[in-house]
């Protein structure tokens, strides 16, 4: 990367999509760059159903749903492309997985009611920003 590619970046042409953009897709477009530098990961809008995947990005929600009378963590993961929902069957609670937080999923991704899932993913908690 030149030392000038930052700078045609914030450019003129920048400063004007940067106007004409909601808050919500300048987000999108931020986290999708910073995910870009995670090897290995797909972005969730290219996973199709019954392969595997890893995909990583931010946490934003985390429910307790029972699934068949047996307790279901549930989380939505977005990384500025899409969401997937990982399901961690039969657990309550899982340390880490809380709303804010990056994490890196593997596993078989699935269509259920017309979104993507995961179910018990393996899972890495990625470092939060800032120190």
């Avoid at 808050?23 to 972005?43: K, N, S, V, Y």
């Avoid at 899409?82 to 994490?103: N, S, T």
Wanted: include cysteine; hydrophobic fraction near 35%; charged fraction near 30%.
């Amino acid at each position: 990367m030149s030392s000038q590619e930052p700078h045609r970046r914030g450019g003129l042409r920048g400063f004007f999509r940067r106007l004409a953009t909601s808050q919500a897709e300048l987000e999108a477009d931020e986290l999708r760059q910073e995910l870009d530098r995670e090897e290995g990961a797909t972005p969730i809008a290219a996973c199709a159903g019954r392969r595997r995947f890893c995909v990583t990005g931010t946490l934003r929600t985390v429910t307790l749903r029972p699934r068949g009378g047996a307790p279901a963590l549930e989380a939505e993961l977005y990384d500025g492309s899409d969401v997937i929902d990982l399901i961690w069957l039969g657990r309550r609670r899982i340390a880490g997985i809380e709303p804010g937080r990056m994490v890196l999923a593997e596993g078989l991704v699935s269509l259920q009611d017309g979104r993507k899932v995961m179910f018990n993913p393996r899972y890495e908690l990625r470092p939060t920003g800032g120190v």
